[in-house]
């Protein structure tokens, strides 16, 4: 058992969270075939899941949560392959902390959108907003991704 709080008002997502318990599982399928699967975990996977819906019609996303990189990593091969499957290497990472942790994931060619400093502090939304957490500025950033022009 665990009880997680935040300091911080998060939107309430309805997500199957069947496979939680593995570590990391598919927040939000693809319509079709994935060209892209966006990674987060904590608060900005609803930030992910707003993306996702955001870009539906142009991108099939697949939205993954990493609630435990550590659990999702002793998983069975077939399991973490269905949930990050070795075709799509078009890969987003979203964190607000080091995306040091991410590169296992993402590959080479992947790309995120975190901090990679330490050391700012203020409200949680100001903070969000001066690094680039926000629809607009992630949207961009994936859309120039697809593009390969990040």
Same mark, same amino acid.
């Given at each position: ?101 991410? #590169? ?28 680039? #957490? ?17």
């Amino acid at each position: 058992s665990a009880i997680l709080l935040t300091r911080q008002k998060l939107k309430e997502l309805e997500l199957e969270r069947s496979q939680a318990h593995r570590g990391g599982y598919i927040a939000i399928k693809e319509e079709k075939t994935p060209e892209l699967i966006l990674l987060s975990s904590g608060s900005e996977l609803s930030l992910a899941v707003e993306a996702a819906n955001a870009l539906r019609g142009e991108i099939d996303i697949r939205v993954v949560s990493m609630l435990s990189m550590e659990r999702f990593d002793i998983q069975e091969e077939s399991y973490k392959n269905t949930v990050l499957p070795d075709n799509v290497r078009k890969r987003f990472a979203v964190e607000a902390a080091s995306s040091l942790s991410w #590169f296992k994931y993402i590959g080479l060619d992947g790309e995120y959108l975190c901090i990679d400093r330490y050391g700012t502090s203020g409200p949680g939304a100001e903070l969000f907003e001066l690094y680039g #957490f926000t629809l607009e500025n992630l949207i961009e950033k994936i859309k120039r991704y697809m593009t390969n022009e990040s």
